[in-house]
């Protein structure tokens, strides 16, 4: 099974506090494993806050902006999500957002001012472990909405994700694929 790129929404049956009601942005998925980032964490951090930024760099436009908690593997480090496209050979276009794990590439897109979301760590699972979750029942799966990561608050990202497939949370009932 290849689910990415897709958006991964947890199911109700998942109880993990890391993923509890998480909309995860899957950009790569194979038999080695699957690489994403939770949408809908906001931190309380704002971006100016957690980057070492040259002077001269007009942060005007991020003075707002929250950074995400994108998952617990490598939390020091950070993935952007745009909707700008970034170059092969830095990152990932997956239906119309770019993603990379690039500094070059995040302060490119703070230059030109674009919209973006800087997630803090990611979601990373090894072979096969994915694909158990799926079929568990852990995680529903769909196609990549940009206008949910850019036009609707963290807060209201799951409702929404699911909302757009036809679902609410307290009528979804994920059995395993067995039963």
């Known amino acids: 099974m290849n689910l990415a790129p897709c958006l991964l ?21 194979d038999e080695d494993g699957a690489i994403g980032v939770v949408l809908n964490r906001a931190l309380e951090h704002k971006l100016p806050d957690v980057l070492e930024l040259p002077d001269g760099l007009d942060t ?7 950074v995400s908690w994108g998952g617990p593997v490598e939390t020091g480090s950070g993935t952007v999500v745009t909707r700008d496209e970034v170059p092969d050979d830095e990152g990932w276009n997956v239906r119309g957002l770019g ?17 973006i979301m800087l997630c803090l760590g990611y979601a990373g699972w090894g072979p096969g472990q994915l694909d158990d979750e799926v079929r568990d ?16 608050d963290p807060d209201e990202r799951y409702e929404k994700a699911l909302a757009s497939i036809g679902l609410d949370e307290n009528v ?3 059995p395993t694929v067995d039963e």
């Open 9 to 29: 929404i947890a199911s109700p049956r998942i109880q993990d506090p890391y993923f509890s009601r998480t909309v995860v942005l899957l950009w790569h998925h």
């Open 60 to 66: 005007s436009p991020y003075l707002d902006s929250r």
């Open 99 to 115: 993603v990379s794990r690039s500094m070059d590439v995040l302060m490119g897109l703070l230059k030109k001012g674009e919209p």
């Open 137 to 152: 029942g852990g995680w529903i799966y769909t196609d990549i909405q940009p206008e949910l990561v850019f036009g609707t």
């Open 172 to 174: 979804v009932w994920m």
